[in-house]
């Protein structure tokens, strides 16, 4: 009996290995051997058949494990709350999820929204209350109870699991091609920033949502997007990508209805909050809208040169004038978000062939971040599952994970020297990492656009024969009006010649 992929597709032949297919990891394994040699089969075997325990599943799922626990370890310096002597940046383990612990009125008993106002969007402050608010209760029963600690490990535990659950989904979508998932099991960056905040909890959430669009369950994946939105906007963007390829193929029904669960979602959660405390609610989009030009952005980066340029000139440059003018910054990257938007529209309806649909969310959550006056140090997660399913390539992918732990490094020693007054290095180095950071996601950007101009280097569609993750759209033709320019453009002109 056949195992069928999302789209119908007979799932039963051999797993892709790295070691063969991957130039990068083929090189890499003539330091232990070598690629995975004809013999080695027992990884190859179907789900059910396997004679051994260590499957290509097990082991990702294994590693995911291993690294989270490993960044368990790097956070326990931090996790009693007793923050002394800067350690917290000295050991690089500090966390908004025990800072906000205190900041958000946790420790006090204050219930999110009602009694106080919170900086995230209002799944992200339920999520706070609902594990929260119980060990404060716990705590006030029992005194002996460092609260902090427990909180901390608590959020830990559970956004483990659902880093665990999303390496689950990308095995899923990737059945064909299980070691995809290492990339995201074994990133540098899930290390070092899986609890830095709650990302993971919308993570969580738009990988499932993708699954379910995979799954051709419309209404459930627009719930999980929606979901997900809720908790951190950009799942909101990835309905962009499917809107487009259902364009493309002339199925907008499944998009539509999509877009409207979520929008659905959306509302329900909002709407309570929104109608009982709509100052405590609009702290989100109030913050958002004040907020200066924060580190490691591009516009950070601009006003540093800009600095170097105009000594001497407070504001003479454009990007120091912007940082003193938020009003347009805003209105600015809002600008050029929307036309990377358009551009990668265009990009999605006139493209030889129709791309898959994680390529283009990659794009826009990347177009999202490169013009973005905020860009966190774990913003990084939301591209790395997008990442594992847009381009499963290691060497790009490594080079851009070694460009993140350098800005984490940096990250810590600008905090480190803003607390103490004393910098730990001069400023152009924190401007270096960070613009090797923004460099290394165009350079993605770069590389998946040219995989989408020319589909036979696509890895993905060497596995499957058009897109795991489309559902619906999965195998479908394109829509009339995208093939018939094209079929008069290769006709030949048999008009007869004007005497």
């Known amino acids: 009996m056949k195992t069928q992929t999302t789209g119908g597709m007979d799932d039963a032949a051999a797993p892709d290995h790295p070691s063969r297919s991957d130039g990068f990891v083929r090189g890499v394994s003539g330091l232990i051997g070598g690629p995975l040699g004809d013999h080695a089969t027992a990884l190859d075997r179907p789900v059910g058949r396997e004679r051994r325990f260590w499957t290509a599943v097990r082991i990702v799922l294994a590693l995911v494990c291993l690294t989270l626990a490993l960044h368990w370890v790097q956070k326990s310096p931090c996790q009693d709350g007793a923050w002394t002597d800067n350690v917290q940046y000295t050991?690089?383990?500090?966390?908004?999820?025990?800072?906000?612990?205190?900041?958000?009125?946790?420790?006090?008993?204050?219930?999110?929204?009602?009694?106080?106002?919170?900086?995230?969007?209002?799944?992200?402050?339920?999520?706070?209350?609902?594990?929260?608010l119980p060990v404060h209760a716990l705590g006030a029963d029992d005194p002996s109870i460092n609260q902090a600690m427990w909180f901390y490990n608590l959020n830990a535990l559970v956004l483990g699991a659902l880093?665990?659950?999303?390496?689950?989904?990308?095995?899923?979508?990737?059945?064909?091609?299980?070691?995809?998932?290492?990339?995201?099991?074994?990133?540098?960056?899930?290390?070092?920033?899986?609890?830095?905040?709650?990302?993971?909890?919308?993570?969580?959430?738009?990988?499932?949502?993708?699954?379910?669009?995979?799954?051709?369950?419309?209404?459930?994946?627009?719930?999980?997007?929606?979901?997900?939105?809720?908790?951190?906007?950009?799942?909101?963007?990835?309905?962009?990508?499917?809107?487009?390829?259902?364009?493309?193929?002339?199925?907008?029904?499944?998009a539509l209805t999509a877009i409207g669960a979520g929008a659905a979602a959306l509302v329900v959660v909002n709407l309570p909050t929104a109608l009982l405390y709509p100052g405590n609610w609009g702290r989100f989009l109030e913050l958002n809208t004040e907020r200066p030009i924060d580190w490691g952005t591009l516009w950070y980066i601009g006003r540093y040169l800009d600095g170097k340029i105009n000594v001497g000139e407070p504001g003479a440059g454009p990007f120091e004038w912007l940082s003193n003018n938020i009003p347009v910054l805003n209105n600015l990257a809002y600008a050029l978000f929307f036309l990377a938007c358009v551009g990668i529209a265009v990009l999605a309806l006139r493209a030889p062939r129709r791309p898959r649909l994680a390529q283009l969310a990659f794009l826009v959550v990347a177009a999202f971040l490169i013009f973005s006056k905020v860009w966190s140090q774990q913003f990084v997660l939301w591209l790395l599952p997008l990442a594992v399913l847009a381009r499963p390539k290691w060497g790009a992918f490594l080079?851009?994970?070694?460009?993140?732990?350098?800005?984490?490094?940096?990250?810590?020693?600008?905090?480190?020297?803003?607390?103490?007054?004393?910098?730990?290095?001069?400023?152009?180095?924190?401007?270096?990492?960070?613009?090797?950071?923004?460099?290394?996601?165009?350079?993605?950007?770069?590389?998946?656009?040219?995989?989408?101009?020319?589909?036979?280097?696509?890895?993905?569609?060497?596995?499957?024969?058009?897109?795991?993750?489309?559902?619906?759209?999965?195998?479908?033709?394109?829509?009339?009006?995208v093939t018939r320019p094209r079929a008069t453009a290769r006709r030949p002109d048999r008009r007869p010649i004007s005497p």
């Open 91 to 132: 050991r690089f383990c500090y966390t908004d999820v025990l800072a906000l612990y205190y900041a958000e009125g946790l420790n006090e008993g204050k219930v999110p929204y009602r009694d106080h106002p919170v900086e995230y969007p209002v799944l992200t402050g339920y999520f706070m209350g609902a594990l929260g």
């Open 399 to 481: 080079a851009w994970q070694l460009a993140e732990v350098g800005y984490f490094v940096a990250f810590y020693g600008e905090l480190l020297g803003t607390s103490t007054g004393t910098p730990v290095f001069p400023e152009g180095v924190f401007v270096l990492a960070a613009t090797l950071r923004l460099a290394t996601v165009v350079v993605l950007c770069v590389l998946i656009v040219q995989e989408i101009l020319r589909p036979e280097q696509d890895a993905v569609r060497a596995s499957y024969p058009d897109d795991p993750d489309a559902g619906f759209i999965d195998g479908a033709p394109d829509a009339g009006w």
């Open 163 to 254: 880093a665990v659950a999303t390496v689950a989904v990308l095995l899923a979508l990737r059945r064909r091609r299980p070691w995809d998932a290492a990339l995201f099991a074994l990133s540098p960056a899930l290390l070092l920033t899986a609890t830095v905040n709650w990302d993971l909890l919308a993570i969580g959430l738009a990988a499932f949502g993708l699954l379910a669009w995979a799954r051709r369950k419309p209404v459930l994946a627009g719930l999980l997007l929606g979901l997900g939105g809720a908790a951190k906007l950009w799942p909101l963007f990835l309905f962009w990508p499917i809107l487009l390829l259902a364009i493309r193929s002339g199925r907008l029904r499944p």
